[in-house]
């Protein structure tokens, strides 16, 4: 008996499915332990930060802090960190009303009032200013700081900057063209504008519109994604960064903090040494969810986990993705891109006018064109099957095309945190 996280249910797989040879695709149980208590975490990240005077001293002489955190669809221990946050800044003389938070939203959508008061808890809802950031405000709102050595032009919110003090709190995950979410991302694209956004993903691309070298999960190295971002994240240069860690139930398992470039690069290469599995070759079928809720809130959060399981899939193999999309694809943009009868055609109009969520689209159609997708979620079952997905209404119908399709000795790997942990492949070929 096996059960996935739904959304913020539980659902069993089938037994049809734990007949099959395999294998689970996660960390070491051996490794983990329940959590340190969350504040004994957060004093002895502020008292050892990472290449960063401590924490009294970064903020000191201010006049407005500015914190900037994820929104809904990016879990960070947000509700559990501010509330000592901000305690810190009343010990060190700073009153509330000289503290705002920044949803740094990028280009997804507002967030409701009650998402916000679920991910600032009730007292600093109340007691704190919030706001959403909005990357399609008027050029006004924005300040230019200057253009990347990629043409990047830097637009920047111009509330944020009118702080004298800027502090990131984010979470560390994988990002399947960023390597790693967190850190320089809290502003770009954070608190970017939507077009500093899309010359920032554009990275992604080639001139022929493939994939280029280096954009992965879980690498930075060479990554030019993630180098744009860092060199406009310089122009900003926040004052401090917390970098959270979670568990696969979303407990705060560690906090790394001081620079902002710095403490996330360590914070990176940690996550990466506990939240990574080697496997030894290709998979015939691989059955992955997103984790559950928010990490499946939609679709385009949940192409994460698809992404992880795309990359142990054999060539024409079959991934079952479960993950229930309660708030639908993620942007309307996203399926205005899926109406192209070929993906070089996509492409072509991608090259010419870049929008984000047609690079989702890119890769959810090229997964799709390489291995059999199916997909149980609350998804209309048309807007399923634009993505050239096959809809499953339950688990029953994947087991069914599972036996049609594939032996009864198929490799079969389950990943029940698909987006939270990295594959990596020991014998590549197939």
Same mark, same amino acid.
């Given at each position: 008996?096996?059960?996935?996280?739904?959304?913020?249910?539980?659902?069993?797989?089938?037994?049809?499915?734990?007949?099959? #040879?395999?294998?689970?695709?996660?960390?070491?149980?051996?490794?983990?332990?329940?959590?340190?208590?969350?504040?004994?975490?957060?004093?002895?990240?502020?008292?050892?930060?990472?290449?960063?005077?401590?924490? #009294?001293?970064?903020?000191?002489?201010?006049?407005?802090?500015?914190?900037?955190?994820?929104?809904?669809?990016?879990?960070?221990?947000? *509700?559990?960190?501010?509330?000592?946050?901000?305690?810190?800044? $009343?010990? !060190? /003389?700073?009153?509330?009303? @000289?503290?705002?938070?920044?949803?740094?939203?990028?280009?997804?959508?507002?967030?409701?009032? @009650?998402? =916000?008061?679920?991910? !600032?808890? +009730?007292?600093?809802?109340?007691?704190?200013?919030?706001?959403?950031?909005?990357?399609?405000?008027?050029? *006004?709102?924005?300040?230019?700081?200057?253009?990347?050595?990629?043409?990047?032009?830097?637009?920047?919110?111009?509330?944020?900057?009118?702080?004298?003090?800027?502090?990131?709190?984010?979470?560390?995950?994988?990002?399947?063209?960023?390597?790693?979410?967190?850190?320089?991302?809290?502003?770009? #694209? /954070?608190?970017? *504008?939507?077009?500093?956004?899309?010359?920032?993903?554009?990275?992604?691309?080639?001139?022929?519109?493939?994939?280029? #070298?280096?954009?992965?999960?879980?690498?930075? $190295?060479?990554?030019?994604?993630?180098?744009?971002?860092?060199?406009? &994240?310089?122009?900003?240069?926040? =004052?401090?960064?917390?970098?959270?860690?979670?568990?696969?139930?979303?407990?705060?398992?560690?906090?790394? +903090?001081? =620079?902002?470039? =710095?403490?996330?690069?360590?914070?990176?290469?940690?996550?990466?040494?506990?939240?990574?599995?080697?496997?030894?070759?290709?998979?015939?079928?691989?059955?992955?969810? +997103? /984790?559950?809720?928010?990490?499946?809130? $939609?679709?385009?959060?949940?192409?994460?986990?698809?992404?992880?399981?795309?990359?142990?899939?054999?060539?024409?193999?079959?991934?079952?993705?479960?993950?229930?999309?309660?708030?639908?694809?993620?942007?309307?943009?996203?399926?205005?891109?899926?109406?192209?009868?070929?993906?070089?055609?996509?492409?072509?109009?991608?090259?010419?006018?870049?929008?984000?969520?047609?690079? &989702?689209?890119?890769?959810?159609?090229?997964?799709a064109s390489n291995a059999d997708v199916l997909l149980y979620s609350r998804l209309p079952e048309a807007t399923v099957r634009k993505m050239r997905i096959h809809p499953i209404n339950n688990l029953s119908e994947a087991v069914r095309f599972i036996r049609q399709k594939h032996s009864t000795q198929c490799r079969t790997a389950i990943m029940p945190y698909g987006a939270h942990i990295l594959p990596i492949l020991r014998h590549p070929s197939v």
């Open positions: 008996m096996m059960f996935i996280n739904f959304g913020k249910e539980k659902i069993e797989l089938p037994q049809e499915i734990l007949d099959l #040879p395999y294998v689970i695709v996660q960390t070491d149980p051996a490794t983990m332990s329940e959590p340190t208590p969350i504040d004994s975490l957060f004093y002895q990240a502020i008292s050892s930060p990472i290449h960063s005077p401590a924490f #009294p001293e970064v903020v000191k002489g201010g006049k407005k802090i500015a914190i900037v955190v994820p929104d809904i669809t990016r879990p960070a221990g947000v *509700s559990y960190l501010l509330p000592l946050i901000v305690d810190e800044l $009343n010990s !060190l /003389g700073y009153t509330d009303e @000289q503290i705002t938070i920044f949803f740094a939203l990028g280009i997804h959508r507002a967030q409701t009032e @009650q998402e =916000h008061k679920d991910l !600032l808890g +009730a007292e600093i809802f109340h007691r704190i200013r919030h706001i959403d950031h909005n990357a399609t405000a008027e050029q *006004s709102s924005f300040v230019n700081l200057g253009t990347t050595n990629a043409e990047t032009p830097v637009l920047i919110n111009r509330s944020l900057l009118e702080h004298d003090r800027i502090i990131l709190l984010g979470s560390i995950t994988y990002h399947y063209f960023a390597g790693f979410g967190g850190g320089r991302k809290l502003i770009i #694209p /954070g608190m970017a *504008s939507a077009e500093t956004c899309r010359a920032n993903h554009l990275l992604v691309l080639d001139e022929q519109g493939n994939r280029r #070298p280096g954009v992965l999960p879980g690498n930075l $190295n060479t990554n030019p994604v993630h180098l744009d971002m860092v060199e406009a &994240t310089e122009l900003v240069a926040p =004052h401090f960064c917390f970098n959270v860690i979670l568990d696969e139930h979303l407990r705060v398992e560690n906090i790394i +903090a001081g =620079h902002w470039l =710095h403490s996330h690069l360590t914070a990176c290469q940690m996550f990466l040494n506990t939240h990574s599995c080697e496997v030894d070759s290709h998979f015939d079928v691989v059955v992955v969810s +997103a /984790g559950g809720f928010p990490r499946d809130i $939609n679709f385009i959060q949940a192409h994460k986990a698809l992404e992880m399981a795309f990359t142990i899939v054999r060539p024409g193999g079959t991934i079952l993705l479960i993950a229930e999309c309660s708030d639908g694809v993620g942007h309307p943009e996203f399926l205005n891109w899926l109406d192209f009868p070929s993906l070089n055609e996509l492409v072509t109009v991608l090259r010419q006018n870049y929008q984000i969520y047609g690079q &989702t689209a890119y890769a959810t159609l090229w997964k």
